[in-house]
């Protein structure tokens, strides 16, 4: 019961108060032009201008020669017309996340909250609920029912042990594929690598 509490508590929270700064986050509003490297392409103050000299002299021409070079940080979004706006989510604080407290909190951090949502759930429902089921079999002093008793204790305890081994499998896939930059945040942009 506390734990379909704290799940649905949860999930409260974030609907109410994180899925708004996703849709914010994706146009920033912020986000003006401090330099024009071409006239297609705007830097904003988090990145500069940089003249492709290699280019030139390769394909001697002047056009879309000179681009926009993002801060360690930032990005470009291709919706938002102005390069180097969005600030990216740090790797390294996903995969501690991920890692060190587990539960899905590596994805949360990033925006995946339907990833987070899945996994916080299976590990509620599966590693929890079996765990308190086998836990009070171990507290029945039934004389006559001892036999039936031990028997469902027995699948109890190993599907507890199947169900924990195969989220913890889970867990260190989940943070490996995070420590090698595979997942994209919530707006689909990559991480900050580390």
């Excluded at 017309?81 to 600030?87: R, T």
């Excluded at 949502?117 to 609920?129: N, Q, R, T």
């Excluded at 036999?147 to 924990?164: E, H, M």
Aim: charged share 10%; aromatic share 18%.
């Amino acid at each position: 019961m506390v734990t379909i509490t704290l799940l649905l508590f949860i999930t409260t929270y974030i609907l109410l108060f994180h899925s708004q700064s996703i849709d914010a986050q994706s146009i920033p509003a912020t986000c003006l032009p401090s330099s024009v490297c071409n006239s297609t392409i705007y830097c904003s103050e988090h990145g500069h201008c940089y003249y492709d000299l290699m280019e030139y002299n390769s394909n001697r021409t002047n056009e879309n020669l000179e681009k926009c070079i993002c801060d360690t940080g930032y990005a470009t979004q291709n919706n938002t017309g102005i390069h180097c706006c969005y600030e990216q989510k740090s790797q390294i604080m996903a995969f501690l996340m991920e890692f060190v407290v587990g539960f899905g909190l590596g994805h949360f951090y990033i925006g995946n909250y339907v990833y987070f949502y899945v996994k916080f759930a299976c590990y509620c429902l599966f590693c929890c609920s079996f765990y308190s089921i086998a836990v009070c079999f171990c507290y029945n002093n039934d004389e006559l029912n001892h036999k039936n008793a031990t028997q469902t204790q027995k699948f109890f305890n190993i599907v507890l042990i199947s169900s924990c081994c195969l989220y913890l499998i889970w867990q260190w896939l989940d943070a490996i594929l995070i420590g090698i930059n595979y997942y994209k945040d919530g707006n689909n942009m990559p991480l900050d690598p580390w």
